[in-house]
């Protein structure tokens, strides 16, 4: 019998396969002396997955893994910046539609008092309006579980309230007038959240938006408010972003395109890979790119509503009024992991056109970064433009060469310190128990016929708290813990009127209702209002 030849392919294979391992020596080989600069991280993993197996097995109690490695990368995360953060899968799909502008449920906005959920709204357009849920009523019962008086809190109520469109769920109600509960089964669909708060005109020529966040949909709102105040009239803008917390850097983007003329930088971004280096500026008409503009923040304002007032302030565009802002300035890149958790792990920088980084120093501990907030009331910054000490090295220059300052935050054109001086610990108690809101809500559900034939004007002028009503609201406190106080009470009774006023006008008309009244006591938007001519000066010097 004849010897079969061997193909090329027979005779190369076993070559191929030698040389692989050969290789695979040489690899393993420099590996083992450290010489692959990769090397640190393979033992890390290695040690991670040693540590990790040894607990497993060999551990005296049982433990679960899974929760250990979680609480590994939280850790881990924390040890490289305050903003690089893990969102386990099951808080994912929250903080997502917060970003995304809408969530799927049964749509109300709700508070707990008492131990009981209270409807404060239903949702514009969502089943509970439609099923005729109304504010004031008390949830007692879902899908013939009891709630109420079983110490829920918001995330219960989440859980128990979100879930697919389509999907249903069964609520039982006790509202004001009827004995027996109300049972509504409410089929769960796609709710909008709004980031643009409110607009209104304050007078004929100056127009009012509150951002309360920058989400998926804030600049299609943005646009809608501005188009209905420029029908309104509007030649003048205050953009209030105090205590916007940020969010998607986009709309931040078209928001502040929309303001600026021409092509000018907005913010750029710097990494440690070029590839998370980028530049963007303004590209489109914007519908006002001549009025004058004053832009409010406060401690509060962070990542994109510093991107909007330090390129405002930058290129001379808008006076920003109030006090510094937080200082966020670092990019985070969501990642998804596949057990449909994630990651937010930075990635660059934001510097502001004149070359200001807006993040703040975070030398220390995650704590002491959060922490630093309250060190502004500590050392005064809060109360007084004084307490604030820039490095020369942190001094940088607009377009028209006004000086501004680097080194974390926006610091406004013009200061407004803090007021406190009707503030008071009985106050903020009231605040701190939810009394004020609690109150403001049974009041409205109990006047509600009355105050709806009124209209916003007439409630603003004609309002006013009686004997009674201030008794009722003492009352509400006195229930929930909060000691009356006579010598704060009158400290503080003036404030607390423009509170509780706002807070029942917000029960009747929303924050159409709540934001022109409580203006009236907000001391960021009073002084802007003085320096509306200043801020058109500098628009006509564009």
């Known amino acids: 019998m004849e010897t079969p030849k061997n193909s090329k392919s027979a005779i190369r294979l076993p070559l191929y396969i030698a040389l692989g391992i050969a290789l695979g020596i040489f690899i393993g080989a420099n590996m083992a002396e450290g010489n692959d600069p990769s090397d640190s991280l393979y033992e890390s993993i290695y040690k991670f997955r040693q540590v990790i197996t040894h607990i497993q097995n060999d551990y005296v109690d049982e433990v679960n893994t899974e929760e250990l490695a979680e609480t590994a990368i939280t850790e881990m995360l924390e040890k490289l910046d305050p903003h690089s953060v893990y969102i386990p899968a099951k808080e994912l799909e929250i903080s997502q539609s917060q970003l995304e502008g809408n969530f799927e ?75 027996d509960l109300l049972e509504y089964m409410i ?48 030649q003048r803008l205050i953009l209030d972003l105090t205590g916007n917390p940020g969010g998607y850097m986009d709309p931040a983007i078209k928001i502040s395109d929309e303001l600026l003329a021409g092509t000018q930088m907005i913010v750029y971004t710097k990494g440690k890979d070029p590839r998370h280096d980028a530049e963007y500026f303004s590209k489109t008409k914007g519908d006002f790119e001549s009025g004058s503009v004053i832009v409010l923040i406060d401690e509060g304002s962070a990542s994109a509503s510093e991107i909007v007032s330090g390129a405002l302030q930058d290129h001379d565009r808008a006076l920003i009024v109030g006090r510094r802002s937080f200082g966020k300035g670092l990019v985070q890149m969501p990642i998804q992991l596949k057990d449909g958790s994630a990651l937010r792990l930075t990635i660059s920088r934001y510097y502001t056109p004149s070359g200001r980084s807006i993040q703040k120093p975070y030398d220390g501990s995650l704590e002491d970064y959060h922490l630093e907030f309250y060190e502004r009331f500590q050392n005064g910054e809060i109360y007084s433009q004084d307490s604030i000490k820039f ?39 009231l605040f701190n128990t939810n009394s004020i809101a609690e109150f403001s809500l049974i009041y409205a559900d109990e006047n509600r016929s009355r105050l709806e034939k ?27 813990g909060v000691k009356f106080n ?39 938007f009073q002084k802007a209002l003085t320096l509306i001519d200043e801020a058109n000066k500098l628009a006509e010097n564009q």
């Open 454 to 480: 009124m209209s916003l004007a007439d409630f603003k002028s004609s309002f006013r708290m009686t004997d009674k009503i201030w008794a009722d609201l003492q009352n509400t406190g006195t229930q929930n």
């Open 187 to 234: 089929v769960r669909d796609v709710i909008p959240q709004y980031s643009v708060d409110v607009s209104y005109m304050v007078d004929d020529e100056i127009g009012y938006i509150k951002v309360s966040r920058f989400a998926a949909t804030t600049f299609m709102e943005f646009k809608e408010a501005m188009n209905k105040l420029s029908q309104a009239g509007m």
């Open 391 to 429: 490095a020369d090295s942190l001094t940088y220059q607009t377009d028209k060469g006004r000086t501004v300052y680097g080194g974390g935050g926006i610091m406004p054109d013009y200061f407004v310190p803090l007021d406190t001086s009707a503030n008071s610990s009985y106050m903020t108690r």
């Open 486 to 524: 006579s010598k704060e009470f009158e400290k503080s009774k003036q404030l607390l009127e423009i509170y509780t006023k706002a807070f029942i006008a917000r029960n009747i008309w929303k924050n159409d209702g709540f934001y022109p009244i409580f203006n009236e006591q907000n001391e960021v």
């Open 105 to 179: 449920g049964i749509g109300i906005e709700f508070n707990i008092f008492k131990d009981t959920i209270h409807v404060v709204s239903p949702l514009s357009g969502g089943p509970s309006e439609r099923l005729g849920i109304m504010p004031g009523d008390k949830i007692i019962k879902v899908d013939d579980k009891t709630v109420a008086g079983t110490g829920i809190n918001n995330r219960g109520v989440i859980d128990l309230l979100r879930g697919e469109r389509g999907s249903k769920v069964k609520v039982e109600i006790l509202r004001k007038g009827n004995s």
